[in-house]
């Protein structure tokens, strides 16, 4: 599918804004030493490292449900990757999946966007229902607001110069490189 962005429908930008911002905030988190990244800062799951293994942990429940998988997934506070760099593996792996997942559903494929997933919570309860596209906001907006804590935690840790993360950055980006293509 085209990168263009005049080509992508909502979901399918937001789903390159997530991987973009994950890209540009995983950068400015390599830079923290391991004391830094592991601080208890206050936040809800206390540290950079519990808050992104969290994400990561939010995003394979989510996408597990949608391709019918089961993810594995015990708790939301669960630490899925102890170290930086195999957790940056898992999270750009997750990103693209996201992105193929998002393209997938936006033509049509695997039911689409306006299929039904039928799944229990995490922490159980009844079984819910959703139409995949509310799943797919909820994953999205699930990351930009934890991405916001991390922002802030990094910015705590003496980042002097935390990324710039909002869309309108990234569609600047990729109407620039499609200029230059």
Not at 4 to 33: E, F, G, K, T
Not at 137 to 152: E, M
Request: aromatic share 6%.
């Amino acid at each position: 599918m085209s990168e263009h962005i005049d080509s992508l429908h909502d979901l399918q930008i937001m789903a390159r804004y997530n991987r973009w911002a994950n890209a540009r905030l995983y950068a400015s988190v390599a830079a923290l030493s391991d004391e830094e990244y592991r601080r208890d800062r206050g936040a809800f799951f206390g540290s950079i490292h519990a808050t992104l293994n969290h994400i990561l942990v939010g995003d394979r429940v989510w996408t597990s449900r949608i391709v019918g998988e089961y993810s594995g997934i015990k708790s939301l506070d669960e630490i899925v990757h102890d170290q930086f760099a195999p957790l940056q593996s898992a999270r750009t792996a997750m990103d693209e999946h996201i992105v193929r997942l998002v393209d997938r559903l936006s033509v049509g494929l695997d039911g689409g966007l306006d299929g039904q997933v039928r799944y229990r919570s995490v922490a159980g309860g009844p079984k819910q229902s959703s139409p995949v596209r509310h799943i797919l906001l909820t994953l999205l907006n699930h990351q930009t607001h934890h991405r916001g804590q991390v922002h802030c935690m990094i910015t705590q840790a003496g980042c002097d110069t935390p990324p710039e993360l909002d869309v309108i950055f990234m569609l600047r980006e990729m109407a620039e490189n499609a200029e230059t293509a």
